[in-house]
């Protein structure tokens, strides 16, 4: 989903690009208790065999005028879980991670659940 290949200016001289922000949305959602993976079954488990790169798969950045940063993720849940508290754990969990590492302020993280497992 982040194939738009935008880049953000962090520090005067760097750049990332939204796949390098989509991997860490999605490395920090897979980190929530009750999250079995995102959308495409990619777990935080899989991560070493198949690469962090697949983790951007799940995940759509998209920026506004004042460069700030909005972040769709689609989510498989953990029955028994409750939707709810997962969903603004995700949400938090996501924010601070970009937050922390890129410098890049967050509008919104929206989050669909793809599908529950048992």
Request: charged share 20%; glycine share 10%.
């Amino acid at each position: 989903m982040a194939d738009s290949k935008n880049t953000f200016e962090i520090k005067e001289g760097v750049t990332i690009s939204d796949e390098v922000v989509a991997i860490v949305a999605g490395l920090a959602a897979t980190e929530v208790d009750g999250v079995e993976a995102l959308s495409g079954n990619i777990t935080n488990a899989a991560i070493p065999k198949t690469g962090a790169g697949k983790l951007s798969k799940g995940v759509k950045i998209s920026s506004d005028q004042d460069g700030l940063i909005s972040v769709k993720l689609s989510i498989t849940i953990r029955y028994g879980f409750e939707i709810p508290v997962i969903c603004a754990k995700v949400q938090e969990k996501v924010k601070n991670a970009i937050e922390n590492m890129t410098g890049i302020g967050v509008s919104a993280v929206d989050i669909r659940i793809a599908t529950v497992v048992m």
